[in-house]
């Protein structure tokens, strides 16, 4: 048999030992009906004492998000979505509690199983975790020192109710209510997600982090982030993922909003590992995101990492606009795909003004019988005189039945500007896996060992916790899925 | 003690080796020499278990353990090292890294205890320094961007960490500068052990004025034509293969 088919097998076995974080947690779920509407939005508006402003501006996202279609141009199947048989707001009933001792202890116990032992791990990592449990956030540490410096980070909808007037000046500048038919969505019934303004010239001192999870049955999670880093500051946001096994397909469309000013710096690191279907393909988290960071200042800088390991279906492009005179924009990416799982993931970069520079890095894995497209804009506006762009974008296959596709779109207006683009497919060699078995590795380690390896540009661009932590998931999805 | 008996083999259905015979005991070092083409790679990947080398007939027993019935990673496990002739290139993948999950995954396998990070650090490190490696060597790719005779000095690394008891080295000579061969030659040397037997294979008998071989066996066409002390070396090289009857 060779090499690699033996590889599949070893895998397909271990993957019959199921998702490592799929469990689910019986917590009492404030759940309003299924179904979206007028009255829905207002619901979510009025549970959260939302001002007119915004119950206006969801309104207004919900009928644009009327008038729009489902983009189809991605390399992507699915059946359809029935919008209106899902619950657009799920709450655990016990809400905004005062210590950490007030928080039910089912709910603790769900982050110890996810390795997320909140006050320990916080204390420990130097990590502040804004813990966004469904739609609510439950508790927040470490907010006293930020207070210190002045620095916000809080749930998005607190920041509504004590910051509205920063909240209203940037939500939706980055990624308008109208952006993209998910990004209505999104701007029409997101629930929560999280809040940060950096002050002017402020260090972050210390990483912020949100763990996302889905919990509640055919609660599509509509989570929205919303960044700003003012003149001169600098933060670094960390955003992990995991979701419970199930059977039915889970909507997700969360929108992130990232805006840097003068000589300020966002670096937004993303563990993605939502439960990607089992090895028929059957369910699976369907993950659209609208991801947009603006450079708006003068020689600002935005950072987006990513490893994307779960969901059925991958539909993201986390992009940046280049606006200030020598802003620079980056995308570090892995995105691993098996069985029957779909990625169409990449980036924008567009360059508006000169002496902009972006980075692209991307590291597809493909195993199994899954898609993996890289699809990337890079776009040179009249005035990026000088602007710089390199990408490079690497393939590894895994078996013969699993495909990956490389789509560059690049469009340059200005003589000056600078387009490199680098591209590679290649498949685990067998001289590499009986290298590594001729010293005694397993094959099942020897291919992860091999993973790691083909991603290290990427994973060295995550904060050093979370890079462990995303060798880990690596591994583990290499367990259960690629080879 | 390596016993091999009327081993045959071939590859994309060829047949490369056609009944090889042969004992190796512990202590001792057996070299084996031929012109190319003649098995003697092959005879390698058949013992470390390379997939595509499919055993026809006859056998290899390591200890009196059938060694063709185990994975490539069990027989590691069981003390079989082969030493590469072309180390394979492993991006991303750090020397370090790598040697100490290999040397771990077979001292698992023994029942022994895994090795942490500091005391991997220390072996590694005075390893190192008796191959004239810097310590700069681990954090390295594991042979990406490595010179030939670094790649062939990691391979002897690996060996002296993972302590096998079976060592095959093949061409472990090719591509090495006569001080890079004395290195080379002298940590192969420092790893003769009574209770480690090595095969040395080999074109040319310089390294075996380096590594002084027990026996040497002379392999043409997928056979063992001849067999006998160093001199049989000296031998070849003075004569040539042509000298000896075979075509080279």
Redesign the interface.
């Given at each position: 048999?060779?090499?690699v088919a033996e590889t599949l097998d070893t895998v397909r076995a271990a993957a019959e030992g199921g998702y490592k974080y799929g469990f689910e947690t019986d917590i009492a779920m404030d759940l309003a009906p299924k179904g979206l509407n007028e009255d829905i939005i207002r619901l979510i508006s009025a549970r959260k004492d939302e001002p007119g402003w915004l119950l206006d501006w969801r309104l207004k996202a919900f009928k644009a998000w009327q008038s729009m279609a489902e983009p189809s141009w991605a390399a992507v199947k699915y059946p359809p979505i029935d919008f209106q048989d899902l619950h657009y707001y799920a709450a655990p009933k016990k809400k905004m509690l005062a210590s950490m001792d007030e928080v039910d202890p089912e709910l603790l116990r769900t982050f110890e199983k996810l390795g997320v032992p909140l006050a320990e791990r916080a204390a420990l990592a130097g990590v502040a975790v804004d813990a966004v449990f469904d739609s609510v956030s439950v508790a927040t540490t470490f907010k006293d020192k930020l207070t210190e410096k002045g620095i916000i980070f809080c749930p998005i909808s607190e920041a509504v109710r004590e910051h509205p007037e920063l909240v209203r000046k940037y939500i939706g500048s980055v990624v308008p209510a109208g952006d993209n038919f998910y990004a209505a969505l999104n701007s029409a019934v997101f629930t929560d997600g999280s809040f940060v303004w950096i002050p002017r010239g402020v260090r972050c001192p210390m990483e912020l982090s949100t763990y996302f999870r889905i919990n509640a049955r055919n609660t599509g999670q509509f989570e929205r982030t919303l960044i700003i880093a003012e003149e001169g500051a600098s933060v670094s946001y960390l955003e992990g993922c995991t979701a419970p096994m199930r059977d039915e397909n889970q909507l997700h469309a969360a929108v992130v909003e990232l805006i840097a000013l003068d000589e300020a710096s966002i670096k937004y690191s993303t563990v993605q590992n939502w439960y990607p279907g089992d090895a028929e393909g059957r369910g699976g988290i369907f993950n659209f995101v609208t991801k947009r960071g603006a450079c708006r200042g003068r020689n600002s800088k935005i950072s987006w990492t990513q490893v994307e390991t779960g969901s059925a279906i991958t539909w993201k492009y986390p992009s940046c606009i280049l606006q200030g005179e020598g802003s620079i924009g980056e995308f570090y990416s892995v995105a691993m795909t098996n069985h029957f799982q779909q990625a169409d993931t990449g980036t924008k970069m567009i360059h508006l003004a000169p002496r902009t520079r972006s980075t692209i890095v991307s590291k597809g894995i493909s195993a199994g019988r899954s898609q993996n497209t890289y699809r990337g804009l890079v776009r040179m506006m009249p005035k990026a005189r000088d602007a710089r762009n390199h990408t490079q974008c690497d393939s590894l296959l895994i078996g013969n039945q699993c495909g990956a596709h490389t789509v560059p779109y690049i469009e340059s207006r200005c003589p000056t500007a600078k387009i490199e683009h680098e591209a590679t497919t290649s498949r685990i060699?067998?001289?590499?896996l009986?290298?590594?078995?001729?010293?005694?590795?397993?094959?099942e380690?020897a291919t992860g060992?091999?993973v790691?390896?083909?991603?290290?540009?990427v994973l060295a661009e995550l904060p050093m916790e979370f890079a462990v932590e995303a060798q880990k998931l690596l591994a583990i999805s290499l367990e259960g899925s690629v080879g | 003690m390596l016993a091999i008996e009327n081993l045959a083999a071939t590859v994309d259905g060829k047949e490369i080796l056609k009944g090889i015979s042969l004992e190796v005991a512990p202590g001792q070092v057996h070299a084996i020499m031929g012109p190319n083409g003649s098995g003697k790679s092959t005879l390698g990947y058949v013992l470390a278990g390379r997939e595509g080398y499919e055993v026809t007939s006859g056998s290899a027993t390591w200890n009196g353990s059938d060694l063709l019935a185990m994975e490539p990673e069990e027989r590691a496990a069981a003390g079989v090292f082969l030493a590469f002739q072309y180390p394979v290139e492993l991006p991303g993948v750090g020397n370090a890294n790598f040697l100490r999950t290999a040397l771990n995954a077979i001292r698992r396998a023994r029942g022994e205890p895994e090795m942490d990070a500091m005391q991997f650090l220390k072996l590694a490190r005075a390893e190192l320094k008796k191959l004239g490696m810097p310590d700069e060597m681990l954090k390295r790719s594991v042979n990406v961007g490595f010179s030939g005779g670094e790649k062939k000095r990691n391979e002897i690394l690996q060996m002296a960490i993972l302590q096998p008891k079976l060592a095959i080295l093949d061409e472990t000579d090719s591509g090495l500068d006569i001080d890079a061969l004395r290195i080379v030659a002298d940590g192969v040397n420092a790893l003769r052990a009574p209770d480690r037997a090595m095969v040395v294979i080999t074109h040319y008998q310089r390294l075996l004025e380096l590594i002084v071989p027990d026996q040497v066996h002379v392999l043409a066409n997928g056979r063992i034509v001849k067999s006998g002390g160093r001199e049989l070396a000296l031998e070849l090289e003075a004569k040539g293969y042509a000298g000896l009857g075979l075509a080279a």
């Open positions: 048999m060779p090499a060699a067998e001289d590499q009986f290298y590594c078995r001729q010293r005694g590795l397993s094959q380690d060992m091999i790691n390896g083909f991603c290290k540009e | -």
